[in-house]
């Protein structure tokens, strides 16, 4: 632990110095570029405790959620004016973030959707987009031109004897969905 940690502190010290170094012989709109990048490879490090602390249900504004979570993988508006924006922490990251912004612009709700709860949810003939919106970003997607198949896979915390395991949705030629699997998470190899 203490080793991942030094590692971490060096790598974000390193990333600093760079975007410092950068900075320093670029113009207003570059700077403002460069800052940007920085701001968003930071938020797709920071640990989720600090990602989603202090955001309040009907207080937070969507504003505030941006600038905090940073720039949403999807954004889907729907006909009464309320929002989901889709935050996978990846890549291979072992959860996503979907946050429900109301009419009002307001936080409704922040779901981790990569549960056994919602994989049950998957089901024969779903399209890839019901599957997105349900699950969001797969963290690999292969593809089996001789099955033929297409697989999206989530890593995800099933607990059990490996804590950690990949849910796959298998779709096929009109891309639909007609099983689903689960795999092993080798390490090591």
Known sequence: MVIRTSLRNMMLFVAMAGALSALAGCDQ?????AVQKLKEFFNAVKPDALLLKGLTPGVTTEAQIRDQMGKPETER????????????RGPQGLNTYMVDIGPDG???AITQVLTATNF??????????????????????????????????????????????????????????????????????
């Open 77 to 88: 508006d729907f006909t009464d004016g309320s929002k989901r924006l889709e935050y996978p």
């Open 29 to 33: 709109q570059q700077s403002d570029q």
């Open 120 to 189: 049950a949810k998957i089901r024969p003939g779903m399209t890839e987009d019901e599957v997105r919106r349900l699950l969001g970003k797969p963290g690999e997607v292969a593809v089996y031109p001789l099955k033929p198949e297409t697989v999206w896979s989530w890593k995800w915390r099933e607990g059990g004897v490996t804590q950690e395991g990949y849910f796959n949705v298998h779709f096929d030629v009109n891309h639909v969905v007609y099983t689903t699997s689960r795999s092993d998470v080798m390490r090591g190899h």
């Open 106 to 108: 307001t936080l409704q």
